[in-house]
């Protein structure tokens, strides 16, 4: 079985968080990328401390190419054990022409 848990998103950049000071140890910042194809993913991706600068010159509709780590983790709730995923960011990249989806923006109409 390998031990290799690294993916790779590529898409446009939907929205950037704030920068959120967890403690005095521990920092966060997310980015959600739209994908493209038939089916486009809105796919969150979580940066910590030092690599949240990663994301500090990403613009809004900024097609890049991420590469992060699987996480997962067990938190034991009254309710029961629970499950939890967290896609952690530690590369950040311009994509590739060739790689870059078609993205759809959604238009919104006033209606009154």
């Known amino acids: 079985m390998s031990n290799n848990n690294t993916t790779v998103i590529v898409g446009a950049v939907h929205l950037k968080t704030d920068k959120v000071q967890v403690s005095e140890k521990f920092a966060k ?34 097609h890049v190419e991420i590469s992060c780590n699987v996480r997962g983790r067990a938190w034991d ?17 311009p994509a590739a022409a060739a790689q870059q989806p078609e993205v759809h923006k959604a238009e919104v109409v006033n209606q009154q």
């Open 77 to 93: 709730s009254p309710q029961g054990r629970k499950y939890f995923n967290t896609l952690e960011g530690w590369r950040v990249n």
């Open 29 to 62: 910042q997310e980015v959600v990328i739209l994908t493209g194809g038939e089916y486009p993913q809105y796919i969150t991706v979580q940066f910590n401390n030092d690599k949240c600068s990663l994301v500090d010159n990403l613009n809004e509709g900024q």
